[in-house]
Structures are given as structure tokens and as C-alpha cells.
């Protein structure tokens, strides 16, 4: 389980440029448009489970996905382990006494600090950012080649 912020910037576009520029500079400024996920991979067979959060992550928003993946995933009657990160809100008392009523059924288990290639979903999210991910009825922009 992690979360991330997508952010959007601009890319490398073809156009016409006059023949009289010899080198044209195109400065693309971030927009600070973001959107945030909550998302998990299940291992298994690598479904992905994903919650937009239109807010900030805390303690609320974090309770709020783990109910929401506890819901999907107790569908197949198997018992649930959640590999998490160390953020603060993942240890939060606002839903300590729930991951600890849960514990037969849904665990948490956190990664040691600083280890984030441990963590499936950090490939996924690592996928999604990849410049390949550009579809391919998007013609007007140059895909690196």
C-alpha cells in the first residue's frame, strides 16, 4: 500500500517554427495540478486497487482507503496482508484499534525505513510515470524517438 501524487507537466510538442529561428526555447511551467491516489497491488495474480483522494493523506484518508481495501479483498474469504510503508499516518492512532480488531483477518506489515523498492506498488507507480505511457492516439506529441 502507498499513495502518490500525480502531477501534471508539459512535454516535448511538435509545431511550426519560422525559419528564421535558429534555436527556439519553449518553456513549459508546472501547473501544480496534481491528483492523488491511494493504491495497492495484490500479488497473487496483480490486480491493482486504487482510491483517488482529492484531499491531503492523513489519518482519516488512510482509514478510509484500508476499509476500502478490506472490503474488496475479504471478498475471497482469504486473510489479508498489507506490506506498507513508514509514513506517519499509516501508524496512526485514529485506526490503531482497528488494524488491531482486524489482525486475525487484515494485517499490516511495515517495511524497514528508507526501503521503498520493497514495496510492490512503487513499481506500478513507477510504470505510470514512464514516458511510454503517452497513448497512442495522442499524435501531436514526440514519444522519444
Given at each position: 500500500m502507498d499513495e502518490v501524487h500525480f502531477q501534471q507537466h508539459g512535454s516535448r510538442c511538435r509545431m511550426w517554427i519560422p525559419p528564421e529561428t535558429?534555436?527556439?526555447v519553449l518553456l513549459h511551467y508546472p501547473?501544480?495540478?496534481s491528483v492523488g491516489c491511494f493504491g495497492?497491488?495484490?500479488l497473487r495474480d496483480g490486480?491493482?486497487?486504487y482510491m483517488r483522494e482529492t484531499g491531503c493523506f492523513n489519518a482519516e484518508t488512510c482509514l478510509h482507503?484500508?476499509?476500502h481495501l478490506w472490503k474488496i479483498s475479504s471478498r475471497s474469504g482469504?486473510?489479508?496482508i498489507v506490506i506498507s510503508d513508514n509514513a506517519r499516518y499509516h501508524h496512526a492512532t485514529l485506526h490503531k484499534e482497528w488494524r488491531k480488531t482486524a489482525e486475525l483477518w487484515f494485517r499490516l506489515e511495515f517495511l524497514p525505513p528508507?526501503?521503498?523498492d520493497l514495496n510492490p506498488i512503487e513499481r506500478v507507480w513507477k510504470l505510470t510515470r514512464h514516458p511510454?505511457?503517452?497513448l497512442p492516439g495522442d499524435r501531436g506529441c514526440s514519444r522519444g524517438r
Open positions: 535558429k534555436d527556439p501547473t501544480r495540478k495497492a497491488v495484490r490486480k491493482l486497487v482507503f484500508l476499509w482469504r486473510r489479508v528508507y526501503s521503498p511510454q505511457s503517452v
